[in-house]
């Protein structure tokens, strides 16, 4: 997907929340609003996703609308959201449903949660308002917001609970699980095993393609992990919950993977179970990257495009294996990458495609461009590109095939390697 010739390098606030809906299997969302709403969801489904269920053939996707159009946005429809409602509620297959509105139909100042309010006792599962004005910003804005409603609407009560001794279960917070496809299942297995080096339990992963009952599993928890995707809600997850919280980093790459496992362990109270295990994990791994880096990577000329926290892991990611950086497009305008004024290279949070820095970095002589999908923003590129990160459209995952932790360190080096190992594309007209 991409935003077209001398367009933001960013992506809608709503599309966020699609993916965030994708990720819950039976969650649904029905927005006010006309059938462009359904639109949206083919880029993701099929696309990015070929394992999304957004859409199914018998047409009760889990995108609904009201239909409403010009005309009848200025006529109160309240019955209108309440019937569909109603409808997706008594789906055997619907676990939870999001309402939320197109800026046409927000402001005639319809109150969505009002309307979930006058259902109360005829709605068996859990309908939760997402306020159309906090849905401003891009696509990581409308993720996290979906994750903080998800605090707010599967029933919390903020009591906080007595708990003894160190932390034996954890719930996962703020983890960006944009497709179900086998690389962000191995995600989740390499951030399972993590947690289990260190003696905890992973009751549930917000989110991880579980299903609405399994996120509810939180209330269980001693301990949330928050992910950089969603802090916001962990911390309104602790206080309800009652459980400790701990901030830390994505760990993609070998620096930010320790930093991870070295957070929770002291969160937990078990910090030298912690450096035991990072230990074992790099006396693992370091020999595999030790013959490779030198003879593919060092002094290989890389760009980067991405989120901003997949842009700070590889970073590190660079520097282990000698790459040298010639510059980053960060393709979020909300979150810039942090201290980016002081490094060495072009970093622009999300430019337009067309703008002079933009071709600056992709005209630059360089040997890989680890990018998302940007084929219709670039032609004629002259050096190979590995496709990474949300969206990929031509790059799916068969296999479990993590990029985070370190199972997902020698996997992401492993693709860098056949893209560096293989021909140079011509260039194209």
Sequence with gaps: MSEGHGRPMNFPTLLGVYLAVNAIPDAYILGDGPDCLIYKSHFIHGRHDLASTLLRISGRHRVAFSNVCSRGVVKEHDEII????????????????????????????????????????????????????????????????VLSALV????????????????????????????????????????????????????????????????????????????????????????????????????FGLPK??????????????????????????????????????QYFLNRRVAFMGDPYLFEGFLDIAEDLGLKMEGAIVRS??????????????????????????????????????????????????FPTLEFGFPSYRSHALYERPFLGANGMLAFVERMADKLCAPRPERRG
Excluded at 358 to 379: G, K, M, N, S
């Design 333 to 382: 305008k909300g979150i810039p990458a942090a201290g980016h004024e002081e490094r060495p290279f072009s970093v622009l949070c999300a430019p337009r495609s067309s703008s002079p820095e933009v071709r600056r970095i992709v005209q630059a002589p360089l040997d890989l461009f680890v990018t998302c999908w940007c084929e219709q923003d670039f032609h004629g590129l002259r």
């Design 82 to 145: 309440r019937r569909q409602l109603r409808t997706i509620d008594g789906l055997k297959e619907s676990g939870l449903v999001f309402v939320t509105a197109l800026p046409m139909c927000s402001i005639t100042g319809v109150d969505y949660g009002r309307i979930i309010r006058s259902l109360a006792g005829r709605l068996q599962k859990p309908a939760i308002d997402l306020p159309p004005d906090s849905l401003i910003g891009d696509w990581l804005d409308g993720y996290g917001q």
């Design 257 to 294: 993977t320790e930093r991870f496992l070295r957070d929770v362990g002291k969160a937990a109270g078990r910090a030298k179970q912690a450096e035991a295990f990072i230990a074992s994990e790099l006396s693992r791994v370091v020999p595999r990257l030790k013959w490779i880096a030198p």
């Design 152 to 251: 707010r609407g599967l029933g919390f009560d903020g009591k906080a609970k007595a708990r003894k001794g160190p932390p034996k279960k954890a719930v996962i917070v703020g983890y960006f699980m944009d497709r179900n496809e086998a690389d962000h299942l191995g995600n989740l297995a390499e951030l399972r095993r993590m947690l289990s080096a260190l003696g905890l339990e992973t009751v549930s992963v917000w989110l991880g393609g579980e299903p609405a009952a399994a996120l509810k599993r939180a209330a269980e928890a001693d301990l949330v992990v928050s992910l950089p995707y969603g802090r916001a809600a962990a911390r309104a997850l602790a206080r309800a919950a009652g459980a400790k919280l701990v901030e830390t980093e994505l760990p």
